[in-house]
Nanobody
Framework: QVQLVESRGGLVQAGGSLRLSCVAS????????MGWYRQAPGKQRELVAT???????NFVDSVKGRFTISRDNAKNTVSLQMNSLKPEDTAVYYC???????????WGQGTQVTVSS
């Protein structure tokens, strides 16, 4: 059974930094992309950043230059470093994993990130 466990988010002031980490268990091969999505109140879940097995990254425009994503394939972990945080980054952040064979998507339980102005 695949499980994604996220580190705790938190409350941070605008301009501050926060790092989220996620570890995947129950899967040892056929992982393609890992990453993070977020959902703010009243909004749809949106992609924040993903990274594939080769290290290619993808970011939503609103976080480019502020967030970085990294991955350890040997440990099945993915991390999101969030800098220069803004109140509009406030959301529940979900860890994401895409498996190739058989094709499936997995999600963490979500962790709250709140940025105060």
């Amino acid at each position: 059974q695949v499980q994604l466990v996220e580190s705790r988010g938190g409350l941070v002031q605008a301009g501050g930094s926060l790092r989220l980490s996620c570890v995947a268990s129950g899967i040892t091969f056929s992982i393609n992309a890992m990453g993070w999505y977020r959902q703010a109140p009243g909004k749809q879940r949106e992609l924040v950043a993903t990274i594939d097995r080769g290290g290619m990254t993808n970011f939503v425009d609103s976080v480019k230059g502020r967030f970085t994503i990294s991955r350890d394939n040997a440990k099945n972990t993915v991390s999101l470093q969030m800098n220069s945080l803004k109140p509009e980054d406030t959301a529940v952040y979900y860890c994401y994993l895409q498996r190739n064979y058989p094709r499936d998507d997995y999600w963490g339980q979500g962790t709250q990130v709140t940025v105060s102005s």
